[in-house]
């Protein structure tokens, strides 16, 4: 069995769900195109797996009540690689649909409980490093998704059994791990609402991040094309941004160890609100704009990962598990909207909606985050008899 020390690097192995979505994600919807589609459909197969990711953070908490942390972490990996490899095997879109909602659904348990448990394990003087190595990882392995499909191709089978080889290495070091969370349902003193209202600064930032995250992927190179850049120099953007946020969250999790950590990411939501309002100056200047696409995304991302951080310093047991179920919630949320949303706002204020569309939920953020963290502020009310 693993010692307590070293069970962070086996949280860590939970990060597969980011290869998972940056390789399927784009993979469906190519495969779905190539049978003559209709983009109505490519939406409803590319939605599905957020709404997995809702309803299993839903569940989490009544889960992880009842079974044992570890054994939920074992059948999201299990249940991730089966929905996986059985795309292989079946084109009939009835049962494609179902499959992409089970990844969903194993992809939410893994995302809740596999930072649940990092938090849990990591002492507060090293959780934000360990954290950002996790989110880290986590971008990088997102990132992967389509440089493995572009490698392998979207024809045959390839890429599918990739991902789902790659989910044997977290499986064994899950399986070695003592896993031992609190998830005692009598230290549950509120639900998802309640954990609202006791860290507003946290919601808005998950909210704010996965936002981001969305729409980056879906909306940025369009936003670089209409800027005059060529299409391939457009979705290098892409690729600039989410680089900034692998490579940087590194050095700001160190640092989250050595400062105040409610400052450091209010820091960062000031930094993501200046560079969201410069960069219609700057998408123009081929020079500056790639330090600040870099920027963006790192100071983006440390607004997540320090909301993780934050989680792990103010709650604990059953409410640890509950807060970070809410934060899978919120990032689902973000995902589904944020598109939508964006394309309104582009729709509007073309062709820089998308960033002034990111300054808004910044400028949110950093008022949210003069709002203290209260845990106790969402406990349940018990009312005498």
Known sequence: MLGRRWEPIAAISTVVVGLVTGLTIPLVSLRLSATGASTALISVAASMPALGILIAALCTGWLAAR?????LLLIGV???????????VTDWMPVWLAL???VGVASGLLLALGETWISAVSSDATRGRWIALYTAVFTLCQVSGPGLLAALGSAGPQSLLVVVLVHLPGAALLALSRCEVDANPETKSFGLLGFARSAPVIVLAVLMFSFLDAVVLALLPLYGMANGHRETVAVLMVAAVFTGDAVLQIPLGWWADRTDR????????VLVLVLALAMPSLIGDSTLVWPALVLLGGAAGGVYTLGLVRIGDHFRGADLITANAGATTLWGVGSLVGPPLTGAAIHWLSPD?????LAGMAAMFLLSARLPIRPGLGAMQVRPR
């Open 67 to 71: 079974w044992p942390v570890k054994t």
């Open 78 to 88: 299990a249940g991730s690689a089966a929905s996986i490899g059985l795309l292989t």
């Open 100 to 102: 992409r909602f089970t």
């Open 262 to 269: 409610a400052r450091l990411h209010m820091a960062c939501g």
């Open 353 to 357: 909606g998308i960033m002034l569309a």
